[in-house]
């Protein structure tokens, strides 16, 4: 999921809510930031703020639509008029929430839309034998269910979408832990290794890869050569 905010205290309170409920989030506090992101990466939702440092919201929302790209957006505003509302609806936004707003309710959102545009979402996320849920939050390899705590989801969500890539550290704790994470912490590899344990069976093919002095992958081209 993207978030893209620029009132740093409350993209960090939304993305620690949404990490909590076991979604990995990248944040940006810019469109140019956002633009970014969104061209390397397909996300299952974008919240996006109207008013930003370099742009409106809208014209993002525009882009995107203009282009095809068939994300759900959330529309984040302090704006409350009618014609505010439309706008931002007409712009390509799915829905609209106006600031102050309660977290249930943003969650609340975030799964109708889901429900309500599945043609635009994949089902699952693979890799190998590997399948993952975005909606129920649920991975199974092989056919067979594996049980995960929600952080442990989030880290694995978040290696299966930028599988084949290294994922180093800084980004793997911006995108699933929140803004108290300590980089001189081993909370990483205590998690990497849990989800080997799950994952990476003895009797599997590993997928879950350490790139040393880079940061972990999940790659299933990379077979039993690294480790």
């Known amino acids: 999921m993207l978030l893209v905010e620029d009132e740093t ?3 960090d309170s939304i993305a620690r809510g949404l990490r909590q409920a076991s ?3 990248d944040q940006a506090d810019r469109l ?14 974008v919240i996006l703020d109207v008013n930003l440092p370099d742009g409106s919201g809208f014209g993002l929302a525009a882009e995107l639509r203009k282009r095809s790209v068939p994300v759900p957006i959330l529309m984040l505003t302090a704006r409350d008029s009618i014609e505010d509302r439309v706008a931002g609806l007409d712009s390509g936004a799915d829905d609209y929430l106006v ?3 309660a977290f249930e309710e ?5 799964r109708a ?10 089902t699952r996320l693979v890799a ?3 399948e ?10 092989g056919g067979h269910p594996i049980e995960l705590t929600t952080t442990e989801y989030a880290l694995l969500e978040h290696l299966v979408r930028h599988q084949g890539t290294v994922c180093g550290r800084a980004d793997i704790s911006a995108a699933v832990w929140d803004e108290n994470y300590d980089p001189f912490s081993n909370i990483i590899d205590v998690y990497v290794s849990r989800l080997r344990r799950k994952v990476d069976s003895p009797d599997l093919e590993p997928l879950i890869h350490t790139i040393r002095g880079a940061g972990y992958t999940l790659d299933p081209a990379r077979g039993t050569r690294i480790r």
Do not use: C, I
């Open 32 to 45: 140019a930031v956002a633009r970014q992101k969104l061209e390397l990466e397909r996300y299952d939702a």
């Open 132 to 141: 993952l849920d975005p909606a129920s939050r649920t991975a199974s390899r």
């Open 23 to 25: 979604h990995a989030v």
């Open 99 to 101: 600031k102050p707003f």
């Open 106 to 110: 943003l969650l609340a959102r975030l």
């Open 113 to 122: 839309l889901q429900r309500r545009q599945p043609e635009t979402r994949p």
């Open 128 to 130: 190998a034998d590997l």
């Open 9 to 11: 205290r409350l993209a």
